[in-house]
């Protein structure tokens, strides 16, 4: 059992959890991923470690609550437990001293990029960090990234916030003012295939972090099955990360539909119990 020590609303829908996990904390490397089931019965999703604390033992979760599992991870208290956390999964960002590196963050997939910030700092990269999503309540830990990177640029769909545009335009100026030696990418599939279309005629080395369906996390079941140079890879283990150049974005996008009528299904049941739990008649 995993306990909960403190839970944070960092933006509409999006809870940051810290979560008392000693050998996650304690092995965590930049890029890892866990997989968490609730409780017995639970699925088993898959989510980027966004902070761990080896001395305290502590890693850091943030979600949107987007499905069933998600909206009822969200209805945990701090006290409270979850069933299995399995980690560190994945294989780690590689962390070298590049010179001038770009992060590329969309909505809740920024703070994926936050190890990985603090890993290309300890090795005296300059970091920029661009952070995109539609409107300002939905930019996260701006804060942080600010803390330790040497440059933020903040970009807001509806511009209510930092530059009006997408994150593509940022990155842009960003490479068209300085040598950027690499760029990794983390968010919505459109966004990550926008920035690799976008950096390959730069000729910089693109790195992108895929979310696809998974159920166990250790390469037995193939459901994160993602096409990367005309073959079939993995994610769980052989990722998350891979080159964007090499990602074949439209199986991607594909593969994450194929069950979004019954995730659907599942959430209205989810909401339908809640709601004769807490409704009044
Ligand atoms: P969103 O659709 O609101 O987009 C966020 C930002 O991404 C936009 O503001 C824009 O700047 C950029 N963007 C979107 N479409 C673009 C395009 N076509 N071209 C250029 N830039 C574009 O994002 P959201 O609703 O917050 O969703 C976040 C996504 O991140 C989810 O799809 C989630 O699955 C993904 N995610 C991925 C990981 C991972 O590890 N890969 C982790 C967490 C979240």
Redesign the pocket.
């Known amino acids: 059992m995993y306990k909960i020590l403190k839970k944070e609303t960092v933006a509409p829908q999006v809870e940051a959890m810290i979560i008392d996990a000693p050998y996650i904390a304690r092995h965590h490397q930049a890029g890892n ?1 866990v997989v968490l089931r609730i409780d017995e019965k639970g699925e088993r999703i898959p ?2 470690i966004a902070d761990a604390d080896s001395e305290k033992g502590t890693i850091t979760l ?1 979600f ?1 609550k987007i499905g069933k599992t998600t909206e009822k991870l969200g209805t945990l208290k701090p006290g409270t437990a979850i069933r299995d956390i399995a980690g560190p999964l994945g294989h780690a960002t590689p962390i070298l001293q590049y010179g001038h590196c770009v992060l590329v963050g ?4 920024s ?2 990029l936050y190890p990985i910030l603090k890993a290309l700092n300890k090795k005296n990269n300059r970091v920029t960090v661009i952070l ?3 409107t300002s309540d ?1 930019l996260v830990w701006g804060d942080r990234f600010k803390a330790l990177s040497d440059e933020v640029l903040f ?3 509806d511009g209510s916030s930092g530059l009006k ?4 335009g940022a990155l842009k100026d960003v490479m068209d003012k300085s040598e950027v030696k690499i760029v990794i990418a ?10 690799a279309e976008l950096t390959k005629p730069y000729n910089i080395k693109t790195l ?4 696809p369906v998974m159920v166990e996390g250790t390469g037995m079941c193939g459901a994160c099955r993602v096409t990367v140079g005309g073959k079939t890879r993995f994610a769980c283990i052989e990722g ?1 990360e891979f080159d964007a150049h090499e990602v074949d974005f439209h199986v991607l996008a594909d593969r994450l539909e194929f069950y979004r009528e019954e995730e659907q299904e599942s959430m209205k049941l989810f909401k339908k119990k809640k709601c004769k739990r807490n409704c009044k008649k």
Not at 186 to 195: L, W
């Open positions: 991923f989510l980027t943030l949107q969309g909505g809740i997939g703070a994926t995109g999503a539609r939905l970009t807001t769909d545009g997408l994150v593509t983390v968010g919505p599939i459109r966004m990550m295939q926008a920035v992108v972090s895929l979310n998350p």
